[in-house]
């Protein structure tokens, strides 16, 4: 699938899942209402049909918002291994070996692209609901233009003039037998048959008045953008059940406003039957025009206006204008709502047109959540073409000897630390530890330069950088206690480091990755010193902290453990590795002489790449994004559901080892 596809897809989704949400949230609202009006539930609906419709629209127009994702340990039966090794000397790291052997590559077999048929599906569908709105339009063109005033002008005036109605509505003569219709955006009208002229003067009355509250109400605007609504979900059953619900509640707050008006509720009820059964109805027109009464709604409206105990308050102006302001601010962040991958996939088209807009806009969050989805894809050369403009955009709003600056060159020098361009990346940290000062967002600046000086074995600069960052940021004492004991115990002043990992270990959470971290350091140190019982003691506790859950699998062998998900068994056969790229052994784990297991969580799709990567089992010390770095670009067969690829869920274990 091509970048341009992949968009589609990731709007049409994203579409899908925020629609439904509308409609459910509205749904909900309604059932609450369900003792108020049915003007007030009218509105629920039509605030709910234009938050759709600009749902798409505000997605591109908005820059992306990410919320939090926690996710659980999945046990999925399916384990991949791998190890890594590496010198604690130093050099690069060995090829890793991989308890699941690889298969040589093999081309993939042709699959029918199913996302592009389901997005061309949902298009046809929706193409073919705003072509009978064109239609509809169309033909309610032609009768406008076919039609003749009709006769009693007076009468016209005088109820519009009682509803409050002070634009001019042309009420048109149509054929015989025509069923009494409003429409119109621009120019309002309404349409009466021919053969109104013979009935009584009461029943003129009540069916102007009806029409001309449609008016009133702005019911012909909300109808086509409710069906505008209906048209881009009409593969959704919820979004037919709201639509139905939509004309019910607009007829009966309808009928309600003719009530108040002084219409009495059983001649209004009969003239309402009586039009009913004599009219003729055009579904045709039904896409562009409001007809007065169609057969299917008819009971309910009946019954809703003989009851005297039904609530027929039409809402303030001030309470639809709140509602207004109310799906605007639903629909706005919900919009902004998407994942990484789709920010890329929406960017990637065209990277300069998009910085030229945040530059308009002044708007670096922009390019900086479009650089860590890019980055996230490792495609690093645009992901650093954006946080280059999204620093230059901070440079020209707040200075650039700013904090936001300061910020903006953290980012930068976070990229190259990834990029394993150790040189360029401390030069950002510096620039960033400068700026920043004494400022707690300078800590991740002072944690790279202090674990860099330390590597390169000028262990006092590192000292120095470590006793900066606990005197800016409190909460990051622990983990500088513990950088500072790594240098003593480099330095073979034993007694000093020990006292460190202790002091280190007592201002750490200590059920956190970090304490996990310092207790494996400090075992070692331990160990070294040949006190093997303490050693096996803080690696118990540091490895109850780093494992990830292992409660029993349920009985049955086949679950979806997301949307599509599935894990092995049942049917569903297990991914195969055909390609893998080899972990390397970081830079700062190595000196450290750091070792253990990273365990990911991963869903491998029917494309055979391993996707939300998650780690339920961490290392720190940089060992994590290298274990994500290389599973990131790993390629299986995929796994296979009645003959079809889908997608599984799996662990992968990568052991990193110090010879």
């Known amino acids: 699938m091509s970048w341009t596809e ?40 039509t605030g709910a049909a234009a938050a759709i419709v600009a749902l798409p629209l505000l997605a591109l127009a908005l820059p992306a918002m990410h919320l939090p994702g926690f996710l659980a340990p999945i046990r999925t039966g399916l ?48 193409a073919l609901g705003l072509l009978q709105m064109i ?68 029943r003129r009355h009540v069916v ?42 607009r007829e009966r707050a309808t009928d309600d406003l003719v009530l108040q008006a002084g219409a009495r509720a059983s001649e209004y009820a009969g003239h309402l039957l009586e039009v009913a059964r004599t009219m003729v109805d055009a579904p045709a027109l039904g896409w562009a025009a409001i007809a007065m009464a169609r057969p299917s709604q008819l009971e309910g409206r009946l019954l809703a206006i003989l009851d005297p105990g039904v609530n027929r308050n039409s809402p303030r102006r001030a309470t639809a204008g709140l509602a207004a302001l109310l799906a605007v601010a639903v629909a706005v962040p919900l919009a902004a709502v998407q994942s990484q991958d789709s920010v890329a996939q929406q960017v990637a088209p065209d990277v300069d047109a998009t910085i030229r807009a945040a530059m308009s806009q002044k708007n670096h969050q922009m390019l900086e959540n479009a650089a860590t989805a890019f980055e996230n894809l490792r495609q690093y050369d645009t992901a650093q073409k954006l946080l280059e403009s999204a620093v230059a955009i901070r440079g020209d709003v707040s200075g650039q000897q700013s904090a936001e ?10 990229l190259e630390q990834r990029r394993n361009n150790d040189k360029s990346a401390e030069d950002f940290f510096q620039r960033a530890a400068q700026i920043l ?30 006793q900066q960052m606990q005197a800016i940021d409190p909460s990051q ?37 970090d304490a996990a971290t310092t207790m494996v350091l400090y075992a070692q140190l331990l160990r070294q010193q040949g006190r093997l ?56 784990a190595r000196a450290a002489k750091y070792q253990g297991t990273v365990t990911l969580q991963v869903e491998i799709g029917p494309d055979g790449l391993a996707h939300n990567i998650q780690v339920i089992r961490s290392l720190g010390m940089g060992l994590d994004q290298k274990a994500i770095d290389a599973v990131s670009q790993w390629h299986f067969a995929p796994g296979m559901k009645d003959g079809q690829p889908v997608t599984v869920a799996a662990a992968i274990e990568v052991n990193f080892r110090l010879l």
């Open 135 to 202: 239609v509809a339009a169309a033909a309610v063109a032609r009768v406008r233009y076919r039609s003749v005033p009709f006769g009693d002008a007076n009468l016209c005036r005088a109820l519009a003039r009682s509803l409050g109605i002070r634009h001019a509505v042309d009420v048109l003569e149509a054929g015989p037998g025509t069923m009494p219709m409003a429409f119109g955006l621009l120019r309002s009208a309404v349409l009466m048959p021919a053969d109104a002229a013979q009935w009584s003067e009461e």
């Open 477 to 513: 004492t622990g983990t500088a206690t513990m950088w500072m004991a790594l240098v003593r115990e480099r330095q073979k002043n034993v007694v000093e480091a020990e006292s460190l990992f202790q002091n280190a270990l007592a201002l750490q959470d200590p059920k956190s990755p």
């Open 6 to 45: 992949s968009a589609l897809f990731a709007m049409f989704i994203n579409t899908v899942l925020k629609s439904t949400a509308v409609l459910g949230a509205a749904w909900l609202v309604t059932l609450l209402l369900r003792r108020r009006s049915a003007a007030a539930r009218h509105l629920v609906w």
């Open 533 to 588: 019982d303490e050693a096996n003691t803080w690696y118990e506790k540091a490895s109850v902290i780093q494992k990830p859950d292992h409660a029993p699998k349920p009985v049955f062998a086949q679950t979806a453990v997301g949307s599509g998900v599935y894990r092995v068994g049942g049917g569903v056969t297990a991914p195969k590795l055909l390609y893998k790229t080899e972990p390397e052994y970081s830079e700062l």
């Open 208 to 249: 102007l008045l009806h029409e001309l509250a449609h008016i009133r109400r702005g019911d012909t605007a909300s109808h086509l953008l409710a069906r505008i609504a209906l048209s881009l979900n009409w593969w959704n059953p919820l979004a037919w059940t709201a639509w139905r619900e939509f004309l019910k509640e």
């Open 405 to 414: 600056y300061g910020i903006g060159l953290l980012k930068l020098g976070e």
């Open 437 to 466: 000062g004494n400022r707690p967002e300078a800590t991740k600046a002072l944690m790279y330069l202090g674990t860099s000086a330390f590597i390169r074995k000028d262990y006092e600069t590192a000292v120095g950088y470590f």
């Open 79 to 126: 384990l991949f291994q791998a190890t890594v090794t590496a010198s604690g000397a130093g050099g690069a790291a060995s090829a890793a070996a991989l308890a699941t052997k690889a298969a040589p590559a093999v081309p993939a077999p042709w699959r029918p692209d199913w996302m592009l048929y389901l997005m061309l599906a949902w298009a046809a569908g929706a």
